[in-house]
T-cell receptor, first 113, second 112 residues
Framework: GNSVTQMEGPVTLSEEAFLTINCTYT??????LFWYVQYPGEGLQLLLK?????DKGSNKGFEATYRKETTSFHLEKGSVQVSDSAVYFC????????????FGKGMKLTVNP | DAGVIQSPRHEVTEMGQEVTLRCKPI?????LFWYRQTMMRGLELLIY????????DSGMPEDRFSAKMPNASFSTLKIQPSEPRDSAVYFC??????????FGPGTRLTVT
């Protein structure tokens, strides 16, 4: 079946550090890929997405590139801020399948000033 | 748009009691999802609807859980009887065709 594997953390970084959160997936064909972010006490919010191979999603300084050859969608940010402290989820939607998303387990990031 | 609305935001109840969680999806969205989030299991899809019809309820943990969507603007998730292991944050989310999911703020359920 379809699945997502991501770094689980927790991870603590200093402000302005470089961030990478690894995400790999298992699925047939070309799924759509997503990163969601959950701030404390809130629901999940879409951070960025990519729907085909080599697409790069970007938002709020975060980027992720859909790599079909390595079945990966790693999230990166060059300089994190305290306000980026949150839980980050990688997710996929199967190609031509139902609308449901399959989520990774999430990774908690804490950024210290 | 007010986004996905869930109520209550917090619920504390005693074991054995019935619990009803409510969700109002974004107007025009034709898919509605119920997820449960716990530390141990992360995010689990419980059930989802398309045009008010349940499509996949394979994630519903057991018969104590039931979900309905009587119309396009309202859904409920009911637990009867509730147990301490049901304590979790329950999220409702909605979407339109292939749009990304929009999540509600969640209901934090504590069963004592």
């Amino acid at each position: 079946g379809n699945s997502v594997t991501q770094m689980e953390g927790p991870v603590t970084l200093s402000e302005e550090a470089f961030l990478t959160i690894n995400c790999t997936y298992t699925a047939t064909g070309y799924p759509s890929l997503f990163w969601y972010v959950q701030y404390p006490g809130e629901g999940l919010q879409l951070l960025l997405k990519a729907t085909k191979a080599d697409d790069k999603g970007s938002n709020k300084g975060f980027e992720a590139t859909y790599r079909k050859e390595t079945t990966s969608f790693h999230l990166e940010k060059g300089s994190v801020q305290v306000s980026d402290s949150a839980v980050y989820f990688c997710a996929l939607r199967a190609q031509g399948g139902s609308e449901k998303l399959v989520f990774g387990k999430g990774m908690k990031l804490t950024v210290n000033p | 748009d007010a986004g996905v609305i869930q109520s209550p935001r917090h619920e504390v109840t005693e074991m054995g009691q019935e619990v009803t969680l409510r969700c109002k999806p974004i107007s025009g969205h034709d898919y509605l999802f119920w997820y449960r989030q716990t530390m141990m299991r992360g995010l689990e899809l419980l059930i989802y609807f398309n045009n008010n019809v349940p499509i996949d309820d394979s994630g519903m943990p057991e018969d104590r859980f039931s979900a309905k969507m009587p119309n396009a603007s309202f859904s409920t998730l009911k637990i009867q009887p509730s147990e301490p292991r049901d304590s979790a944050v329950y999220f409702c989310a909605s979407s339109f065709v292939t749009s990304p999911l929009t999540f509600g703020p969640g209901t934090r359920l504590t069963v004592t």
